[in-house]
């Protein structure tokens, strides 16, 4: 038996189960209340701004990388625009990000048809779709906040699209988007009335 057959019995025995799927669900509900309850108790106020330019770039990092699990990364890009200068935030924040979003790349390039099957005609589609519009459509999605991302990455992969077109299209989409996350940020601190 291949490992696509184990993984393929996986998920269709075990995964498929609402059973399961809700206790996922549940967990990781759970763990993310007890990280940010852990956080908030042991981690200083000032944490973020100490890290500066680091902790923008592992923030977009690990948001980018929880492949089909959102977690939003782009209020630590306005915030930090409110606090360092616009455009190396959305430099820095663009390397994690583009960086973080080869997993969902190498999820559909190491096994990405696992997940499609049972959804061979919606992914032929997309598969056209990518092959029609190719490096517009991996920017398009990157500079649009939305979990179809995490998709057309594993679709990108498993249909073996060019990886330095993905990355050169991510890289381009995310830096327009981290700019103007970072410049929102920038702009909501001017509004504020000084101490």
Same mark, same amino acid.
């Not at 519009?133 to 459509?137: D, E, F, K, T």
């Given at each position: 038996m291949s490992y696509q057959d184990v993984l393929l019995r996986f998920r269709d025995h075990v995964l498929s189960r609402r059973s399961v799927q809700a206790a996922i669900f549940v967990g990781v509900l759970v763990l993310s209340i007890a990280l940010l309850w852990w956080g908030q108790s042991h981690l200083p106020e000032d944490a973020f701004v100490k890290h500066g330019y680091l902790g923008v770039f592992v923030i977009n990092l690990l948001t980018c990388a929880s492949v089909l699990f959102p977690i939003p990364g782009e209020a630590a890009n306005i915030a930090a625009g409110g606090v360092y200068t616009p455009l190396w935030v959305a430099a820095v924040a663009t390397a994690g990000a583009t960086i973080g979003e080869m997993t969902s790349y190498l999820v559909g390039h190491m096994g990405g !048809? &696992?997940?499609i099957q049972g959804y061979e !005609? !919606?992914?032929v589609q997309a598969q056209n779709w990518m092959d029609r519009?190719? %490096? #517009? #459509?991996v920017f398009l999605f990157a500079l &649009?906040? %939305?979990l179809v991302y995490d998709l057309l990455g594993i679709i990108a992969g498993s249909t073996r699209y060019p990886l330095m077109k993905f990355i050169l299209a991510t890289a381009a989409g995310r830096f327009l988007r981290c700019l103007i996350e970072a410049y929102l940020g920038s702009s909501f601190i001017s509004l504020l009335p000084l101490p």
């Open positions: !048809r &696992i997940f !005609r !919606r992914y519009h190719g %490096m #517009a #459509a &649009i906040p %939305m």
